[in-house]
Nanobody, 125 residues
Framework: QVQLLESGGGLVQAGGSLRLSCAAS????????MGWFRQAPGKEREFVAA????????YYAGSVKGRFTISRDNAKKTVYLQMNNLKPEDTAVYYC??????????????????WGQGTQVTVSS
């Protein structure tokens, strides 16, 4: 059983930066794609970014491309989301998730089997 724990959320002004972390624990011997999603009040959960097991490939939602960077350190079992030039519309609860299917990086949240509890990111204007 794998558990995920996010950290690093908070309140920041527009134009500022935050770095989210997602630490995995438990049986993490299998390779897995990691993704970040977010959900704002009254909205559906949406894809933000994904990264392959090796870290050599990544994919971003159009709304964050060029501002957010996903990375991972498998030795530390941790995935990061560096968020720069934050905008008020980035305000949401951010979740990390793991996909053990060994398929391609997916943007559909239903592909991911394990989820963290979420961390709040609030961007003030």
């Amino acid at each position: 059983q794998v558990q995920l724990l996010e950290s690093g959320g908070g309140l920041v002004q527009a134009g500022g930066s935050l770095r989210l972390s997602c630490a995995a624990s438990g049986r993490t011997s299998s390779s897995y794609v990691m993704g970040w999603f977010r959900q704002a009040p009254g909205k559906e959960r949406e894809f933000v970014a994904a990264i392959s097991w090796s870290g050599g490939s990544s994919y971003y939602a159009g709304s964050v491309k060029g501002r957010f960077t996903i990375s991972r350190d498998n030795a530390k079992k941790t995935v990061y989301l560096q968020m720069n030039n934050l905008k008020p519309e980035d305000t949401a609860v951010y979740y990390c998730a793991a996909d053990f299917s060994r398929g391609a990086m997916a943007t559909d949240f239903r592909t991911y089997e394990v989820w963290g509890q979420g961390t709040q990111v609030t961007v003030s204007s």
